[in-house]
C-alpha cells in the first residue's frame, strides 16, 4: 500500500494557497466607495492656495492675513508693504502692521545700511520669509556685524530677510 499522507498534505496545502490568493485578489479590487475616484484625487497633496503657492507669492500689506500666515510662508520670497515702526540698525529696523491690525512689528534686516529710512516711512519690502530669528545665522547669511544686545529680543521671532527695500513707494500703496 502506498502512503497518501504526502499527496494528502499537497492537496490541502494547494487548496489553502487558492484559497488565500483568490481572497487577496477580491480585496485588490476596485468597487467601493473608491469607484470614480482618480489617482490624483486620492494622493494627499499640499492645497495649493495663496499662502503657499510659490508661483502667485504675497504681495501685499503688512497685515492680519499676512502675519497669521507666516508658518506657510517660511522660506518664500514675499512683498509687503508697511511703515517703518523702528529703526535698530541701518541694516535693520521693524514695520507696523496697517491701521486696522494689531499685528506685532516684523522685523526686517538687509546686507546693506539703509540711511534714507525713517520712522513712518512707507517702504515695500521684498525678501525672504523666515519664522525664528538667529542672530549668529543671520550674521553669516547676510556676512555683517550685528550688535547682540539690540537684537537680544528678537531671539526666536519672524523676520523678513530683504533683498530689496523701496523707500519710494506712495504712503497709501
Known sequence: MLNRKPQLLARWALAGALSFTALGLTSCGTEGPETGVDVEDV????????????????????????FDDLDL?????VTVSANVNRIITPEAFTIA???DTTVD????V????QPELQPELTVK??????????LMAVEKDLDVDLDD?????????PYLQAST?????????
Open 43 to 66: 494622493q494627499e497633496l499640499p492645497e495649493q492656495t495663496e499662502t503657499n503657492n510659490t508661483a502667485n507669492p504675497f504681495d501685499g500689506p503688512y497685515n492680519q492675513e499676512f
Open 73 to 77: 510662508r517660511e522660506g518664500q520670497e
Open 97 to 99: 502692521g496697517t491701521e
Open 105 to 108: 512689528p516684523l522685523l526686517v
Open 110 to 113: 538687509h546686507k546693506d545700511a
Open 125 to 134: 519690502v521684498t525678501g525672504t520669509v523666515h519664522t525664528a530669528f538667529d
Open 149 to 157: 544686545a539690540l537684537f537680544e529680543d528678537w531671539d526666536g521671532e
Open 165 to 173: 527695500i523701496d523707500t519710494s513707494v506712495a504712503a497709501d500703496d
